[in-house]
T-cell receptor, first 119, second 112 residues
Framework: GAVVSQHPSWVICKSGTSVKIECRSL??????MFWYRQFPKQSLMLMAT?????????EQGVEKDKFLINHASLTLSTLTVTSAHPEDSSFYIC???????????????FGPGTRLTVT | SQQGEEDPQALSIQEGENATMNCSYK?????LQWYRQNSGRGLVHLIL?????REKHSGRLRVTLDTSKKSSSLLITASRAADTASYFC????????????FGKGTMLLVSP
């Protein structure tokens, strides 16, 4: 099956610093990647949709200047949490959609997640 | 919002028993999907059911969809300890490249 990786798996950083999280589709091309955040024992909340070669589309309430998304290639999207604060501590999960004409919505594969802790 | 709502929030059963989780949503959908998440890990897609389908099977999984009641159920038969995880339903508005809206999830604990 298609594999999506995230790096790092977990990161602890100090308040005010920026953290970059990578999401890679390892064996397929993905024109679209999604970024979610998940607080403990809660559901996934979509933050933004990342399209290769264009600007990301952010969900309402998500600050685009704080959560910078870059989708520079068909296999890589990055999420940078700028000037992180303790309230940004969360589990960040990406997913990638297969870039194939007629691909169903089911062909969306999730990464293992990145746990961010801001102290 | 058409966020799905799962119930129960948590479920504890013994190995070999069946586990049933329910999901309700608010608006019309094109499809509904069930995902599994092990603690602190990413999501694994389990099954997709389209709005014109009423039931679908995959191994020990059985999913039903009742669009008149805007609800779906996931049945895991003959549960195993390895089935311990959180289960989420997610709804899709159309068959194209729309986003998924996730419910709050059901935590399932299967004891040996």
């Amino acid at each position: 099956g298609a594999v999506v990786s995230q790096h790092p798996s977990w990161v602890i950083c100090k308040s005010g610093t920026s953290v970059k999280i990578e999401c890679r589709s390892l064996d397929f091309q993905a024109t679209t990647m999604f970024w979610y955040r998940q607080f403990p024992k809660q559901s996934l909340m979509l933050m933004a949709t990342s399209n290769e070669g264009s600007k990301a589309t952010y969900e309402q309430g998500v600050e685009k200047d704080k959560f910078l998304i870059n989708h520079a290639s068909l296999t890589l999207s990055t999420l940078t949490v700028t000037s992180a604060h303790p309230e940004d501590s969360s589990f960040y999960i990406c997913s990638a959609r297969v870039a194939r004409q007629g691909a169903s919505q089911a062909e969306q594969y999730f990464g293992p997640g990145t746990r961010l802790t801001v102290t | 919002s058409q966020q799905g709502e799962e119930d129960p929030q948590a479920l504890s059963i013994q190995e070999g028993e069946n586990a049933t989780m329910n999901c309700s949503y608010k608006t019309s959908i094109n499809n509904l999907q069930w995902y599994r998440q092990n603690s602190g890990r990413g999501l694994v897609h389990l099954i997709l059911i389209r709005s014109n389908e009423r039931e679908k099977h995959s191994g020990r999984l059985r999913v039903t969809l009742d669009t008149s009641k805007k609800s779906s159920s996931l049945l895991i038969t003959a549960s195993r300890a390895a089935d311990t995880a959180s289960y989420f339903c997610a709804t899709g508005m159309n068959s194209g490249y729309s986003t998924l809206t996730f419910g709050k999830g059901t935590m399932l604990l299967v004891s040996p």
